[in-house]
Nanobody, 116 residues
Framework: VQLVESGGGLVQRGGSLTLSCAASGDRIDDYAIGWFRQAPGKEREGVSCITVGSNRSSYKDSVKGRFTISSDNAKNTVSLQMNSLKSEDTAVYYC??????????WGQGTQVTVSS
């Protein structure tokens, strides 16, 4: 499967953005799709994940209540709705797909910049 992220950009503190991860080459119904981010000088960290088949999701503590992950099986897409954005949310956001013991797959990333 190939992953392409979109929706990043520049937003003011307190604003919102929706990131999309479009998958091609395979259906994502049996995948776990995650959003990770990497800020300058920091390690990549997990933000949120959804098991598409069961629609079960999880979130990093610092984004709970502000971010919502969802899947659209018809469009083979996973989205991340981000509200009440903070400067510390500034990072390159990556989409990740995992299936069984296969090597994880990554998109190219999309930049999110939150200005104060």
């Amino acid at each position: 499967v190939q992953l392409v992220e979109s929706g990043g950009g520049l937003v003011q503190r307190g604003g919102s953005l929706t990131l999309s991860c479009a998958a091609s080459g395979d259906r994502i119904d049996d995948y776990a799709i995650g959003w990770f981010r990497q800020a300058p000088g920091k390690e990549r960290e997990g933000v949120s994940c959804i098991t598409v088949g069961s629609n079960r999701s999880s979130y990093k503590d610092s984004v709970k209540g502000r971010f919502t992950i969802s899947s659209d099986n018809a469009k083979n897409t996973v989205s991340l709705q981000m509200n009440s954005l903070k400067s510390e949310d500034t990072a390159v956001y990556y989409c990740n797909a995992e299936y069984g013991d296969r090597a994880p797959l990554w998109g190219q990333g999309t930049q999110v910049t939150v200005s104060s």
